[in-house]
């Protein structure tokens, strides 16, 4: 039995078939190889950012949650959920978008301003206040509305289908609408999406919704 051929042969015959099947070895060894590199390239275009931009105050069961609509569309936004200050926002429409979400029992009003401020030109930034005393936030923002469109998630429908806590975290969405960084700090938002806004939208790349089976088949 030869090592090359794995069956029995003549010498002669088996080293024959080592030259024919040894340059194709190594061209499916390549094939394999980069394979394997494109895909730990799109798995790292999809969420994992250098350790030192992760926010600190999210736990690992909570990354773990709000993780699971990396590389997917955000969830579109219940009818539970009210808009104040401006319309209805889609963050997945296309536009370099950030999510934050807060709460104004968490001093969420000069967090948001501070985010905002701090944001490139030509990027989104859609506040969700979580559904942690929403019906007295709705209260004040309809007598008071906002400087720019802010959500509230009225019975946290929407941070549940994100998978969010309820704390505030930050999601960035990419030029193709999809959910690229879960839970970064604020101060690294900057360096994060000047780097999105200056990719190209591909339509091929168009984000699709999460399967609604996806739960089912992880466990």
């Known amino acids: 039995m030869t090592a090359c051929s794995g069956a029995y042969a003549s010498p002669m015959k088996s080293n024959a078939m080592c030259r024919l099947t040894r340059p194709f070895a190594l061209v499916r060894a390549a094939q394999i190889a980069t394979l394997a590199l494109a895909c730990a390239t799109m798995l790292g275009a999809t969420g994992e950012p250098d350790p030192k931009l992760l926010d600190p105050a999210v736990t690992a069961t909570e990354r ?8 997917f569309a955000v969830p ?7 808009w104040f200050g401006g319309k209805a ?10 999510i934050q979400t807060f709460s104004m029992n968490q001093g969420g009003r000069s967090l948001m301003r501070s985010v905002k401020m701090s ?13 942690d005393d929403a ?12 400087a720019l ?3 509230v998630d009225m019975d946290g429908a929407w941070l549940m289908a994100m998978g969010l806590p309820i704390k505030p975290i930050n999601v960035v969405v990419d030029v193709n609408g999809t959910v690229r960084y879960v839970g970064v700090r604020s101060d690294a938002l900057k360096k994060i999406t000047t780097e999105l806004l200056a990719e190209k939208a591909d339509p091929a790349k168009k984000a699709k919704p999460r399967p609604a089976d996806a739960d089912a088949k992880k466990n």
């Open 64 to 71: 773990e949650s709000a993780s699971k609509n990396l590389g």
């Open 76 to 82: 579109a936004a219940p009818a539970s959920v009210k």
């Open 89 to 98: 926002q889609d963050p997945s429409d296309g536009t370099v978008t950030v």
């Open 119 to 131: 944001l490139p030109s030509g990027v989104r930034f859609v506040p969700i206040h979580m559904n």
């Open 135 to 146: 019906a007295t936030a709705a209260k004040n923002m309809s007598s008071s509305a906002p």
């Open 149 to 151: 469109p802010v959500a």
